[in-house]
């Protein structure tokens, strides 16, 4: 059997040492495990409340390929426990000085001991002690002091067992982490029903209601919230199979791929995926620490973590009404330096724009991220903002749009929540969606000839739909266009657009930037609320193709907060 292992055991650090005994405390079934730290003094300490060993158990642990996990050649390839090759424990007595002090929930005393290199037992003696097992690791890398020198600073060291315990929270969230350096506290993580109870303890600045999470028979994934989370680095997309986070680039591309277009350049999602699958479906056999494995049937795998992510980004919050904001708001419109329009169409330009607006003045933007730079008191293309949109179903609480403030955002009413719209991301996701379902090419009728296209641009048109045909030297006429762009004045602009995109889905990001509803132009009522009610029903309402957030909502008790209202009727009224 011991032949058979693809792998050997490796423990060449602090964090090492911290994992291979912590999982076996996890395999113990322990609820509460502390970790004590000497990094100067290469010691390391797990206390564990688990199963324990019995006193003819204790004997053979550290010797080589000694283990109760598996029991015959078969169990290696239906591994459920997170050890199983027995080399852990005799690893770290070769590494170091290995003391087992461990004791049965049933027995009166527990016994001790120490382990030669070659993991024979030295000395045992009884203790009084807790049920659960102590393992202790001193002297680590004495006898190797080349490991040793090669060791990383002790601040670095340390931040590699912090990671190492806080991925075994994220997939054992019941059990309770206590760790200690030089005998102060570091950090705890407390216990919680879910992985998302634990990612708060792990980033400060992430709430629960920031998070998502969906439970199914054979996965587990909790996400961030697009427009509230997301980082600088993929470092916060994680995958767990079986109680343990592993390298599994597929599905950490494909979870990156689901959250597409939901986030701002050049950032990444937080989710955790966790697969909970047969052990036929895994081997294990890849690396000595499994952080890599080998899984069948991985392109399904990776569609199920996609299509949870995709469930996950569809649910929508409700909130219930409160008299109390309701009154708050109608007094805000009456009394406020902001009116409603009720009166003015969408295709009143009375009022002068600046031709810029947003995020097109970030000179790093390139086209495709830009809201167009057409003035809108040039724009004729009719937009239509009572077409009905055939997407999902609109959450079970509507927003009730309120008023227009500068012309550019939309202030509604949801339950108890006051909620900020910006009109032309809004209208921009809508689009893009409704292109994602009715892309269509219609004849123009009259060309429209371009200049000096390459035959990249020129593939890129016709992978549109769109036919290009000489029309002399360096020249092309075009005689097909999107639907939306036909009667725009800047229609050939847009096709050149088009030419430079890399794919189709940028093509339907451009198309829906440039006819999406501008900045600066007034909304009746009417048609705030045809907007908000469109907005709501599309698939990724949180933000825009650009990655943009959409929404800016505060609840009442933000607001109550903010003012540092209470409710206390005694003190909010003077009374003693």
Same mark, same amino acid.
Request: aromatic letters at 6%; hydrophobic letters at 40%.
């Given at each position: 059997?011991?032949?058979?292992?693809?792998?050997?055991?490796?423990?060449?650090?602090?964090?090492?040492?911290?994992?291979? $005994?912590?999982?076996?405390?996890?395999?113990?079934?322990?609820?509460?495990?502390?970790?004590?730290?000497?990094?100067?003094?290469?010691?390391?300490?797990?206390?564990? &409340?688990?199963?324990?060993?019995?006193?003819?158990?204790?004997?053979?642990?550290? +010797?080589?390929?000694?283990?109760?996990?598996?029991?015959?050649?078969?169990?290696?390839?239906?591994?459920?426990?997170?050890?199983?090759?027995?080399?852990?424990?005799?690893?770290?007595?070769?590494? #170091?000085?290995?003391?087992?002090?461990?004791?049965?929930?049933?027995?009166?005393?527990?016994?001790?001991?120490?382990?030669?290199?070659?993991?024979?037992?030295?000395?045992?003696?009884?203790?009084?002690?807790?049920?659960?097992?102590?393992?202790?690791?001193?002297?680590?890398?004495?006898?190797?002091?080349?490991?040793?020198?090669?060791?990383?600073?002790?601040?670095?060291?340390?931040?590699?067992?912090?990671?190492?315990?806080?991925?075994?929270?994220?997939?054992?969230?019941?059990?309770?982490?206590? +760790?200690?350096?030089?005998?102060?506290?570091?950090?705890?993580?407390?216990?919680?029903?879910?992985?998302?109870?634990?990612?708060?303890?792990? $980033?400060?600045?992430?709430?629960?209601?920031?998070?998502?999470?969906?439970?199914?028979?054979?996965?587990?994934?909790?996400? #961030?919230?697009?427009?509230?989370?997301?980082?600088?680095?993929?470092?916060?997309?994680?995958?767990?199979? &079986?109680?343990?986070?592993?390298?599994?680039?597929?599905?950490?591309?494909?979870v990156i791929q689901a959250f597409r277009h939901t986030l701002p350049r050049h950032r990444f999602p937080l989710c955790f995926l966790h697969l909970s699958l047969?052990?036929?479906?895994?081997?294990?056999?890849?690396?000595?620490?499994?952080s890599a494995l080998y899984l069948h049937h991985l392109d399904d795998w990776v569609a199920l973590g996609q299509a949870c992510v995709q469930d996950l980004l569809?649910?929508?919050?409700?909130?219930?009404?409160?008299?109390?904001?309701?009154? $708050?708001?109608?007094?805000?419109?009456?009394?406020?330096?902001?009116?409603?329009?009720?009166?003015?169409?969408?295709?009143?330009?009375?009022?002068?724009?600046?031709?810029?607006?947003?995020?097109?003045?970030?000179?790093?933007?390139?086209?495709?991220?830009?809201?167009?730079?057409?003035?809108?008191?040039?724009? &004729?293309?009719?937009? &239509?903002?009572?077409?009905?949109?055939?997407?999902?179903?609109?959450?079970s609480q509507s927003l009730t749009a309120v008023a227009q403030v500068q012309r550019r955002y939309i202030v509604a009413e949801q339950g108890d929540s006051l909620?900020?719209?910006?009109?032309?991301?809004?209208?921009?996701?809508? $689009?893009?969606?409704?292109?994602?379902?009715?892309?269509?090419?219609?004849? +123009?009728?009259?060309?429209?000839?371009?200049?000096?296209?390459?035959?990249?641009?020129?593939?890129?048109?016709?992978?549109?739909?769109?036919?290009?045909?000489?029309?002399?030297?360096?020249?092309?006429?075009?005689?097909?266009?999107?639907?939306?762009?036909?009667?725009?004045?800047?229609?050939?602009?847009?096709?050149?657009? +088009?030419?430079?995109?890399?794919?189709?889905?940028?093509?339907?990001?451009?198309?829906?930037?440039?006819?999406?509803?501008?900045?600066?132009?007034?909304?009746?009522?009417?048609?705030?609320?045809?907007?908000?009610?469109?907005?709501?029903?599309?698939?990724?309402?949180?933000?825009?193709?650009? #990655?943009?957030?959409?929404?800016?909502?505060?609840?009442?008790?933000?607001?109550?907060?903010?003012?540092?209202?209470?409710?206390?009727?005694?003190?909010?009224?003077?009374?003693?």
């Amino acid at each position: 059997m011991a032949a058979q292992m693809a792998a050997g055991q490796v423990v060449d650090s602090l964090a090492a040492v911290v994992r291979e $005994l912590a999982e076996n405390a996890l395999d113990a079934q322990a609820t509460r495990i502390t970790v004590q730290l000497w990094p100067d003094q290469g010691r390391v300490q797990v206390v564990d &409340n688990g199963r324990g060993m019995g006193e003819a158990s204790l004997p053979w642990a550290a +010797l080589p390929h000694s283990t109760s996990k598996i029991r015959s050649p078969q169990d290696l390839w239906r591994v459920r426990s997170l050890g199983f090759r027995g080399q852990a424990l005799h690893s770290l007595a070769q590494v #170091g000085t290995l003391t087992l002090s461990s004791r049965l929930a049933l027995a009166t005393q527990g016994w001790a001991i120490t382990y030669a290199p070659n993991g024979e037992p030295l000395q045992s003696q009884p203790v009084a002690m807790a049920p659960g097992t102590i393992a202790t690791v001193t002297d680590l890398f004495a006898q190797w002091p080349s490991r040793r020198q090669g060791l990383p600073a002790p601040s670095r060291q340390l931040r590699a067992v912090q990671g190492v315990i806080q991925d075994l929270a994220l997939c054992h969230p019941g059990v309770a982490w206590i +760790l200690h350096t030089d005998d102060r506290p570091w950090f705890t993580l407390a216990p919680g029903p879910t992985a998302k109870a634990i990612i708060p303890q792990r $980033l400060p600045r992430v709430a629960e209601v920031d998070l998502r999470e969906l439970s199914q028979p054979s996965l587990y994934a909790v996400i #961030g919230l697009p427009d509230r989370c997301h980082r600088s680095r993929p470092d916060w997309v994680k995958v767990a199979v &079986n109680g343990r986070v592993v390298t599994l680039p597929e599905v950490e591309q494909g979870v990156i791929q689901a959250f597409r277009h939901t986030l701002p350049r050049h950032r990444f999602p937080l989710c955790f995926l966790h697969l909970s699958l047969p052990p036929q479906a895994i081997d294990w056999h890849r690396s000595p620490d499994k952080s890599a494995l080998y899984l069948h049937h991985l392109d399904d795998w990776v569609a199920l973590g996609q299509a949870c992510v995709q469930d996950l980004l569809h649910q929508t919050p409700t909130t219930e009404g409160n008299p109390r904001v309701i009154h $708050l708001i109608k007094t805000a419109e009456a009394g406020g330096c902001y009116g409603v329009d009720r009166t003015a169409g969408i295709q009143d330009r009375r009022h002068p724009v600046d031709p810029l607006d947003g995020d097109s003045q970030d000179s790093e933007t390139p086209p495709a991220d830009r809201e167009s730079a057409t003035p809108a008191s040039t724009v &004729n293309f009719p937009v &239509n903002l009572s077409d009905s949109w055939p997407g999902s179903l609109p959450p079970s609480q509507s927003l009730t749009a309120v008023a227009q403030v500068q012309r550019r955002y939309i202030v509604a009413e949801q339950g108890d929540s006051l909620c900020v719209i910006e009109q032309h991301i809004a209208h921009e996701r809508v $689009l893009y969606e409704r292109l994602q379902d009715r892309w269509a090419v219609v004849p +123009l009728d009259r060309p429209v000839v371009l200049e000096s296209l390459t035959e990249d641009q020129q593939q890129q048109l016709q992978s549109l739909g769109i036919a290009v045909e000489p029309f002399g030297p360096q020249r092309w006429a075009i005689r097909h266009a999107p639907a939306p762009l036909v009667d725009r004045p800047d229609l050939a602009d847009a096709l050149r657009e +088009l030419s430079l995109g890399k794919n189709f889905d940028a093509a339907l990001v451009a198309v829906a930037c440039r006819t999406a509803l501008r900045n600066g132009t007034p909304l009746s009522l009417p048609d705030m609320q045809t907007l908000l009610n469109d907005w709501q029903r599309t698939r990724h309402p949180r933000t825009c193709p650009h #990655g943009r957030p959409i929404c800016l909502t505060l609840t009442e008790t933000s607001l109550a907060r903010f003012f540092r209202r209470h409710w206390v009727i005694g003190k909010s009224h003077g009374l003693e």
